[in-house]
DNA sequence: TTTTATTTTTAGATTTGTCTAAATTTAATT
DNA sequence: AATTAAATTTAGACAAATCTAAAAATAAAA
């Protein structure tokens, strides 16, 4: 596989995800910040390589070839990612352009002894989970901190968002993953939450809360 | 600059060790393993981009920009190489394929954490020298083992020739880099050794002799 | 159910890096 | 110095991945 068509399928698998009845040519152009009719060339392409199936206007989905093939890159991704943030030291907002670069490089052995030096995590530094050396991805149980009820305690596990802007907010806040969050009170005019953070009380929009995964 | 740019690059500093005065087209295109015609468009290119001095049948150089370039390249390859024996334990052998997709990762906060979280290694697991972030290359002081007096002794610093043939005959022969040799005996006709090495007793023909560097 | 709007595909062009085959230049040999 | 050989460059073509503009299909609205 190309670099090209790896980011195809990798865009695609992560669209499958909330449309599994099919990716629309325009959502994959959108992504990959192309035209809808490089998509349809490309898929045309992959479709002959048995990675996607693919019938004219009706939109593509993953063969299982192909889905594998997006689990081994995002494994690749998501490791690499660990080893910036754990070994190289760098922070949990720069690590996904260069992760970009990284998920491409070739070798199978490379990824499984990265895999092991880093301790087989479990999950990246947003907290997505990490395919094993088979394809097999264990759910992370989660809810969102929008969603959970008044008076309990999570903690942190994961972002929705891994925008820089969202993630620079939670180091300002000190809000990391393992972070402990009990749920205060909820404002019923706009769902702005009160918390309490690792011990500090600490107000929250709703717009935040929907972007931060707790357990 | 692309992949193929920096390939080229990267060929042309090798080769400018050896022919300091110009490059010869043939050369390149074999070390890339491509045609001179290919060669000839691309050292255009890399003319326009001030990366090289180019003049029809003359050969070329690097300009100072270019030497640079191929000295970043150059550095990216050997701390990989670090990387991937120290840390991930792959063995010498193995790690040049892996090393010439890493090198092409563009990020310089990458290679300079990647530098410290080795330790600033001096040399890659071959014996080569790595460029300081500036550019700078210490030189090694060494010798080829089949040039230095008999009856004295040394310690391997380095390979001339990284092949895998000979890599594994030097595992097999329990030789690595920091294994101390000491020279018995030359033999007139044909410049066969015989050395001690790590105490143990070895005879060695001249063309290993000629690929292994001491001090 | 027409008509309109949106989405998707086709057709043809462009760029990058490569190739083959022919022409040209330089080097080597007689 | 003339001829032959080798190296290099040019000219034209090709595949991959992209684009624009026009055509076709589907979805939405009147």
Not at 12 to 21: A, D, N, R
Not at 53 to 69: C, I, P, R
Not at 76 to 105: M, N, P, Q, Y
Request: net charge negative.
């Amino acid at each position: 596989m190309t670099i090209s068509e790896e980011n195809y399928i990798k865009v695609i698998y992560h669209l499958s995800l909330v449309s599994p009845k099919g990716v629309n040519t325009n959502a994959i152009a959108g992504m990959l910040d192309t035209k809808a009719s490089s998509v349809t060339d490309m898929m045309k392409k992959l479709s002959d390589k048995d990675l996607v199936s693919y019938q004219k206007y009706q939109g593509v989905t993953l063969t299982e070839k192909g889905f594998h093939s997006a689990k081994m890159i995002v494994r690749k991704h998501r490791l690499w990612e660990v080893f910036l943030v754990d070994k190289l030291g760098f922070s949990w907002d720069e690590v996904h352009e260069i992760a970009e670069e990284l998920e491409h490089i070739k070798s199978e052995q490379l990824i499984n002894k990265l895999d092991a030096f880093l301790g087989f995590p479990a999950a990246d530094p947003h907290g997505d989970p990490i395919p094993d050396a088979k394809g097999v991805i264990k759910k992370i149980e989660k809810q969102l901190l929008s969603e959970v009820e008044i008076n309990a305690s999570f903690h942190c596990v994961g972002v929705k968002d891994s925008s820089t802007d969202f993630l620079k907010y939670l180091d300002k806040q000190k809000i990391a993953l393992g972070s402990v969050v009990k749920v205060i009170d909820k404002e019923d005019f706009d769902d702005t939450l009160t918390v309490e953070i690792d011990g500090k009380r600490l107000t929250i929009s709703n717009k935040i809360a929907n972007n931060l995964y707790v357990q």
